[in-house]
């Protein structure tokens, strides 16, 4: 978790704009407090507009830091994202970061990490593959998506990629290749899986990976207000330690979670 000393609410130019497809745009924003903070995992809230309208920021994760700049990477499904996505460069929008917990990273329980990503679930990848290659770490992109066009691999090292029509890839979904990379390129190693994606894959990964003990983190994602633990907009359920499911607020305890607190 990041200390709230080091977290900053400041005003991003946006330096650059960059399409990567029909509904998914990545933006540069100048922060250099947040970017010097922040860890793979972490998340900004953004608060995507002057107008009252929408009212309360968004949240998406850091997909990649470089000197003082962060980028998000952001899918057009509403309102707020919409004005992100059309946000004119040289702009400037209010963030509010980093925030959240990371992904943990240091090594002892594996010695290969697999990063298993949906749709927009690559998001976080890009920062988490330069961590752990800067820390020699060997890392695989498991990237899935319904068709090839959903797959955002873009930046990314050491992909393999699935797709439920077969158009691109492993024909099946992520947990199905991800089974086929341990059984081939991964036999022999001590895995750890880093993933991001819908809930019902993360939800099938999570018991993928508990019932073959493999550790495992997963972000999640939910709707989400303040995102600093006042406004109580992103309750989730979750396991605890004794398998009882209890309340918590995903901007607080997560958004990376044990992949064991998401198996119920
Ligand atoms: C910790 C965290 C990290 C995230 N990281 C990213 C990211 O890197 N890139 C990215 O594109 N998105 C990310 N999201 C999701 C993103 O915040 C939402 O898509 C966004 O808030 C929707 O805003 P909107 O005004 O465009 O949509 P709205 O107009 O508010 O809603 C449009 C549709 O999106 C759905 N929606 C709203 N909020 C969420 C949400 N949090 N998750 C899923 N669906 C939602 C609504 O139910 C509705 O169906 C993240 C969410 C969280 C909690």
Redo the contacts with the bound molecule.
Sequence with gaps: MIPSSKIADVKAKITETRPIGAD?TILTLECPEIAAAARPGN?VNIK?SDASH?LLR????I?NVSGGTID?????????????CDAACGSSVMVLGP??NSFGTGTGDFDTALLVSGG?GT??MLFLEKKLAGQGIPFMNLVGGRSRTDLLTRGLSNCNTATDDGSEGFQGNVVELLSRILETTAAGRRPKVFACGPNPMLKALAKFCAKRAIPCEL??????GC?IGICYG?MVELNNADGQLETVL??KE??VIDGFRFTA
């Excluded at 998000?72 to 992100?84: A, I």
């Design positions: 998914v998340f995507v929408p968004r949240p998406f994760c997909h998000v990477m952001v899918k057009n499904v509403g309102k707020g994202t919409t004005l992100l925030l959240g927009i998001a976080p972000s999640l994602e939910s709707v989400m995102g992103c995903l901007c997560g958004p």
